[in-house]
């Protein structure tokens, strides 16, 4: 019963490098979400796909870009790297869009040199 | 400004104690989540209120929300070492938007043996 699974766990990137992090959930959920997650700021969104083929911006969307490449799967592309990317990147989904429960993902721990 | 206020911040405390820890806000919400997240993991649902007034319990975990739906509180009794982590309240941003859910910074809670 694998949920909402992450890749990579963790990733070291230079400033400038560019990146993809993947998310796949095997709930039939509907809509999926990207947050970061920072010491002293909480849990805030990037990006978010509320139904197959459709994405939009959240709290924190720029320097990142996202692809809902099927029901199952959402990515989160860093196209630049920067410092201020450093994060824990978690990917949630939910049945549908405001439904309440999202489930996470292990997340992805990401340091921008 | 930070829609959902969370205190306190930090909180250690001796296995055995009572504790309460808050979530507070200046909007009205229509219901308001509180997740668990432990270190290396995705926060994961403990429980949803949904009406003003409203308690809910889990095992020895207390949540109640305020009756003008504002606030909410988790009380824990006799709290144990498996209790340890970072507690987060969410919810739906009050009058509606497509941001999906904003959280409060959490409190990070630590139960020594």
């Known amino acids: 019963n694998a949920g909402v699974t992450q890749t990579p766990k963790f990733q070291v990137l230079k400033t400038g490098q560019s990146m993809t992090l993947q998310c796949a959930q095997d709930m039939n959920h509907n809509s999926m979400y990207w947050y970061r997650q920072d010491p002293g700021m909480g849990l805030r969104l990037i990006y978010y796909?509320?139904?197959?083929?459709t994405t939009d911006k959240g709290e924190v969307p720029n320097g990142y870009n996202v692809s809902r490449l099927n029901k199952r799967e959402f990515s989160l592309r860093l196209e630049s790297a920067a410092p201020s990317q450093t994060s824990v990147y978690f990917c949630?989904?939910?049945?549908?869009w405001g439904s309440g429960e999202l489930f996470f993902g292990e997340g992805s721990r990401l340091t921008v040199l | 400004t930070q829609l959902l206020e969370q205190s306190p911040q930090f909180l250690s405390i001796q296995e055995g104690e009572n504790l309460t820890v808050y979530c507070n806000s200046s909007?009205?919400?229509?219901?308001l989540q509180w997740y668990r997240q432990e270190p290396g993991e995705g926060p994961v649902l403990l429980v949803t209120?949904?009406?003003?007034?409203e308690v809910k319990k889990l095992k020895r975990l207390t949540f109640q929300f305020g009756d003008a739906r504002k606030d909410s509180s988790l009380h824990i009794t006799a709290a144990q070492p498996g209790d340890t982590g970072l507690y987060l309240c969410a919810g739906p941003p009050p009058g509606g938007g497509a941001d999906g859910l904003t959280f409060g910074k959490g409190t990070h809670l630590i139960i020594q043996p």
């Open positions: 949630a989904s939910s049945e549908d």
């Open positions: 909007s009205v919400f229509s219901s």
């Open positions: 796909s509320a139904s197959e083929g």
């Open positions: 209120v949904v009406t003003g007034g």
